[in-house]
């Protein structure tokens, strides 16, 4: 199996989920601009992506506990993914109904500053939605299954349905419904996604519905899931914190933050998710067969890897956002300095994608070897360590105190991982250190090169479409050179 090439077909497919995406927020930003309406959605996405972390209950560790089951009996496998399905409609049913008795109470939590008519659109959005999160919990575990089989690219391609209705619902819906729109698209991509994996599992595997609503690993499942599903609970409060904050911070604090966070996880779901997850899946399999030697031999490629991308991208934005940015939002809602904001804000989440593109690949690792606990004492020390930061360099820095808070957090969670890891690795500092290090030289020259083209240019239109294919080219072109070790795992064929 060529796992690079699957990687690369994956990050192929969510660079296009993540720029229709992308795309959404940029037109959502010239119906509305910075407004209390995108407020209001981003904080309803931001409450379905809480109530999700319960449904990690029975998905954050059923690769390992599937394929451990999977490995001793085939059919027994299959079984137990099929009490999972069960379970995890029920969880997306009692998420749906809490949201319609308590939605103002819940919003209150995470954004204490908005008033009465904010909390109404809110409460609005959050009902449709959350009808959607019944279909959504029950489409996560038929994937998760579907990758424990390497059968990533359908899960994947369904994925690119939310984005492309969503980007019909604001040309069709929004004249009628407004940024409700929104929901109402999502309800029916999640809907339409169940009935895509579900026939296609059936087809393409052994599994076949039964009446069983218990196994004997769900407990097992359930109580190793629930050091997850408390770990991610409490990460969820740095949003939670961090919104509370914005929404205190004037009205499109929250949009901008949320448009950060979107840049963010889109740079994120490229280069970091489709590496990490097939990681995942060939780590967690290694060891039930207990191959420590070929286990330490891909922790180091992967994560030699994902420095090198993810320093590649980040020189990029610094280099090419603003004008990036200028010609997408130009004449549209969002003012000069809105952009300016947002320019600031993605530059100094940077330092959190080149972190989380090594740390992404030891939580991984910390996963697969079922030692939930450290997942649990990190989360709670970067969200301690987050929230005197973010009350700290919020009263000095506004907004930018949180997106810098998040960053500096990240570091020393990534050491602790780093540590713990390396006792089932055996893997030394100088093997993560020595190639940031000298990816970073090489992006810190090339970022003032470009910097300084920039200046000269100053036409956006000129940066981007005759510097910015240029600086690449040279980048990759010196990288060739510099970066050998990284070049020659990129072009094995046995990877």
Not at 288 to 312: E, G, V
Not at 334 to 362: H, K, P, R, W
């Amino acid at each position: 199996m060529n796992l690079r090439k699957l990687a690369l077909q994956i990050s192929i497919i969510n660079a296009t989920g993540t720029i229709l995406g992308f795309i959404v927020n940029i037109l959502l930003g010239r119906e509305f601009g910075v407004s209390w309406e995108l407020d209001c959605l981003f904080i309803s996405l931001l409450i379905f992506s809480f109530f999700g972390i319960f449904n990690t209950f029975i998905t954050s560790l059923l690769i390992p506990i599937f394929n451990e089951i999977k490995a001793r009996d085939e059919k027994e496998g299959f079984e137990f993914a099929d009490v999972i399905f069960k379970w995890s409609l029920l969880i997306g049913i009692i998420g749906w109904l809490i949201v319609l008795i308590g939605s103002p109470l819940i919003i209150k939590l995470f954004a204490s500053g908005f008033d009465e008519k904010a909390i109404s659109l809110t409460s609005e959005i959050l009902k449709l939605l959350f009808i959607g999160y019944i279909f959504y919990n029950l489409t996560s575990s038929v994937s998760v299954i579907l990758n424990a089989l390497y059968l990533f690219l359908t899960p994947t391609l369904v994925a690119l349905l939310s984005p492309i209705l969503n980007i019909f619902a604001i040309f069709i819906l929004i004249p009628k419904y407004g940024v409700k729109s929104i929901a109402i698209s999502y309800l029916f991509s999640n809907a339409i996604q169940v009935f895509i994996l579900i026939p296609y599992l059936f087809i393409k595997t052994q599994w076949r519905p039964t009446l069983k609503v218990y196994h004997e690993k769900l407990p097992n499942l359930i109580n190793q899931s629930s050091k997850a599903v408390l770990s991610s609970f409490i990460l969820s409060l740095r949003d939670i914190i961090s919104r509370n904050i914005a929404s205190h911070l004037g009205i499109g604090a929250i949009t901008l933050l949320s448009y950060a966070d979107k840049i963010i996880s889109i740079l994120s779901q490229i280069v970091i998710s489709p590496i990490s997850s097939i990681f995942y899946s060939r780590v967690s399999e290694l060891i039930a067969i207990s191959r420590w030697a070929d286990i330490k031999d891909i922790l180091l490629r992967t994560i030699r890897i994902n420095i090198s991308i993810s320093i590649f991208i980040s020189a990029g934005v610094i280099v090419f956002l603003k004008s990036f940015l200028n010609l997408l939002f130009l004449n549209s809602r969002f003012t000069e300095n809105d952009i300016y904001i947002l320019s600031y804000l993605m530059i100094i989440g940077l330092i959190y994608i080149v972190a989380l593109s090594m740390e992404a690949i030891l939580v991984r690792m910390t996963y697969a070897v079922k030692r939930v606990n450290i997942v649990l004492f990190t989360a709670a020390v970067s969200v301690v360590l987050f929230y005197m930061l973010s009350k700290i360099l919020s009263s000095f820095l506004n907004i930018y105190g949180l997106v810098l808070s998040v960053s500096i957090t990240e570091i020393p969670v990534f050491i602790i991982y780093f540590y713990f890891i390396s006792k089932y690795a055996d893997i030394l500092p100088v093997n993560i250190f020595y190639p940031l290090i000298k990816n970073l030289v090489l992006a810190i020259s090339f970022i003032i090169v470009g910097v300084f083209i920039n200046s000269h240019l100053k036409k956006d239109i000129f940066i981007l479409f005759l510097w910015c294919p240029i600086w690449v080219s040279l980048y990759l072109a010196v990288s060739r050179y510099t970066l050998k070790e990284e070049w020659g795992i990129l072009i094995n064929k046995k990877v």
